[in-house]
């Protein structure tokens, strides 16, 4: 028997036969979200709890066998999955899915890995609390994926990125041992803090198999309203005003540009797209108010704001939901941009940040420049402007071929971004992560004293280098 079949067999022998695929149709596995890559995998393993995964670990370790672990697949920097030598052991967290408790009292949930987070948001709010963690993946994703990632979406404004709202951690280390760290505390000062050091590190220093997660009381009232604003200068003048007006109660600025919208617009005609057919209107701002008092307290501050940024100038229109299927309607506008935008054909994605005082500056610069030397291409700039994090995608020209565009010109494209990002001194990645999708940009635009620490800490923790290599690092 080969060493690879003895492994399987062992692998077997851990989780049970019918958890390791070595067959059949493994595409939900060894394809990344976007299609853009496929790998092959040595074996599927699924297994079903924390032991399990310290079992698999081990076992792998034993060998020398890479390990990739993966919970929803819906990364966007091809981080999770295999390569395509056929060498590597895909660890699916999925089945480690249980809601461990909630603690009412410490405003704590503790879940496993493999916990879609749409469940964790539902089951937050059924006990009276939220979870503020919010993306378009939501009902797909995991929350140990969106740890490993350091995942943004929508709310990062008032409650943060996933690191802020994690207290603690379990993680199975590279030696297949278990580090329980869910305790729950909310000071802890002893020593360097792992937890921190584990989440966004994309499972190349650990394997989150649970997390202790911070919960808040459930606001009163939300309100949703949608603006339209002349300038991105104008936005950003919007968003001092928001901040000023509502306080905390800020839980969501969004922009989005016409062109995104319109997007949206013509691949799904029967969304009800508040001022898409005005073209005086350059960008439309997302805005959420989360109140902890009544819903007439939220409108009126809502209604302060709006009267102060028509009279600024900085708002020319603007629409407040009326109910919450009203502005379930208006965040599933803003959601459906990235959908909107494969619809119209294969399109270059760019998930920066930079401080948000400069990112009229940025956008106006790096606008021209790409125009100037791709003409005709279109520019979909949508995003988190609260927390500086743009969306800021190149769509081909409408009269080329979008997937001979992108195979030609992405490289160039990155180059010219994210050598204005750096300029900006921004990020090249705010919340996708680096995967292997991007490890050579961290080379070019990560400081070689960060590079040098980062390699120190993997060789640390992981020298037989089995966790997801090829990812983040090469080492």
């Not at 869910?182 to 499972?203: A, F, M, P, V, W």
């Not at 988190?384 to 409408?398: E, I, R, S, T």
């Not at 180059?415 to 001194?425: H, I, N, R």
Request: proline share 4%.
């Amino acid at each position: 028997m080969s060493d690879t079949s003895d492994l399987i067999e062992q692998l077997r022998g851990a989780v049970g036969p019918a958890n390791v695929l070595t067959d059949g149709d493994l595409t939900a596995w060894e394809q990344d979200w976007r299609r853009r890559s496929r790998g092959k995998a040595l074996a599927v393993v699924r297994p079903a709890d924390t032991q399990q995964v310290a079992q698999v670990v081990k076992l792998c370790a034993a060998s020398g066998t890479a390990i990739v672990p993966q919970g929803g697949n819906t990364g966007l920097a091809v981080g999770s999955i295999p390569d395509a030598s056929g060498t590597q052991v895909l660890l699916s967290l999925q089945r480690l899915n249980t809601i461990r408790g909630i603690d009412a009292h410490n405003l704590t949930m503790t879940a496993e890995a493999g916990c879609v987070l749409q469940t964790l948001q539902e089951a937050a709010e059924k006990a009276g609390f939220l979870f503020p963690l919010s993306l378009a993946a939501e009902g797909s994703c995991t929350i140990g994926g969106n740890l490993a990632t350091n995942a943004g979406g929508t709310q990062v404004l008032r409650y943060g990125n996933a690191r802020d709202l994690c207290l603690g951690l379990e993680v199975v280390t590279p030696q297949g041992e278990v580090w329980q760290g869910t305790s729950g505390l909310r000071k802890d000062n002893t020593g360097y803090d792992l937890r921190d050091l584990l989440i966004g590190s994309e499972g190349t220093l650990g394997i989150i198999t649970a997390a202790t997660l911070k919960l808040y009381p459930l606001p009163a009232a939300r309100l949703t309203a949608w603006a339209a604003v002349p300038s991105l200068d104008q936005a950003v003048t919007l968003l001092g005003l928001a901040h000023k007006h509502l306080g905390s109660g800020l839980t969501g600025f969004e922009v989005m540009g016409r062109f995104a919208l319109g997007l949206v617009a013509k691949h799904f005609p029967d969304m009800r797209i508040p001022f898409a057919d005005d073209e005086s209107v350059p960008y439309c701002v997302l805005l959420e108010n989360s109140d902890s008092e009544s819903e007439e307290h939220a409108r009126a501050r809502f209604e302060a704001l709006l009267e102060t940024a028509f009279e600024d100038g900085c708002v020319t229109d603007a629409v407040v939901a009326e109910s919450i299927a009203q502005a379930h309607q208006l965040w599933h506008v803003r959601e459906s941009i990235p959908l909107a935008q494969a619809e119209e054909g294969p399109n270059i994605k760019h998930d920066i940040s930079v401080v948000v005082s400069r990112i009229p500056d940025f956008v106006r610069d790096t606008d021209a420049l790409l125009l100037r030397e791709y003409p005709g291409a279109r520019l979909v700039n949508f995003g988190h402007l609260g927390d500086g994090n743009l969306h800021y995608n190149v769509q081909a020209p409408a009269d080329s071929d979008p997937a001979a565009f992108m195979r030609e010109h992405e490289d160039r494209i990155n180059t010219l971004v994210y050598d204005a990002v750096e300029t900006f001194e921004g990020s090249f990645s705010a919340e996708h992560g680096v995967g292997s999708l991007k490890i050579g940009k961290l080379e070019k635009h990560k400081p070689q004293v960060a590079l040098d620490m980062m390699r120190a800490i993997k060789r640390g923790l992981d020298p037989l280098n089995i966790l997801n290599p090829g990812r983040v690092l090469r080492t």
